[in-house]
């Protein structure tokens, strides 16, 4: 697959990269269902894509076994990162993801809030939604994504620094305890 060394270690950053891209657009916007399934691994490249946009805005809260982790960062994920685990590219990553994500902010909320009015898309399943913490119109939902973005905390009024919310969410997402209370099928040790 990788006759040479340099092309090996390409392809483990392209595959630490993308991980913490999508952890951090993942986490904006609340998307659970992060089970192996639900991550495509190429192998020629090393990039990871996701898949199945069902479980957005923290719907994954609302499952009989609520999601606590705001995405996938098991064992195995942290061992393919490299000698340094998380704490090598996939911080820096994440943390400049997580800028972007901030400096457009204006720019992202106006194309999400056009997919919230479409009449035609149910982002927002009112059955179901059980939990306070999470959004059940179109305004909470922007507001959800809003906060995100700019480093709040459900119920603080003091936004993170980037540095500190990719630690926050790191530390939710890699929590034992977190892990363990995850539906079986979702493979939390895997």
């Known amino acids: 697959m990788f006759p040479e060394p340099s092309a090996w ?8 990269r993308s991980c913490a891209v999508m952890s951090m657009v993942g986490s904006s916007l609340g998307l659970g269902d992060r089970h192996g399934e639900n991550i495509l691994f190429e192998e020629g490249t ?15 809260l609302t499952l009989e076994m609520p999601e606590l982790v705001p995405f996938r960062l098991t064992h195995n994920m942290i061992d393919a990162f490299g000698a340094y685990g998380y704490n090598g590219p996939f911080r820096k990553t994440c943390e400049l993801t997580q800028g972007l994500l901030r400096q457009n902010e204006d720019s992202l909320m106006t194309i999400l809030e056009t997919f919230l009015h479409d009449p035609t898309t149910d982002f927002i399943d009112k059955k179901k939604r059980t939990n306070p913490r999470v959004p059940d119109t179109p305004e909470a939902v922007l507001e959800f ?46």
């Not at 898949?51 to 805005?57: E, T």
């Not at 890699?174 to 099928?185: D, E, H, K, P, V």
């Open 9 to 16: 270690l390409t392809a483990r950053l392209r595959y630490t």
């Open 46 to 60: 090393g990039e990871i894509l996701h898949v199945d946009f069902n479980c957005l805005f923290d719907k994954g």
């Open 145 to 190: 994504v809003r906060n995100r973005l700019r480093g709040l905390l459900p119920g603080e009024s003091v936004p993170l620094s980037v540095g500190g919310q990719v630690d926050e969410l790191i530390i939710q997402a890699t929590s034992i305890r977190n892990l363990a209370a995850m539906y079986i099928g979702w493979c939390a040790f895997f």
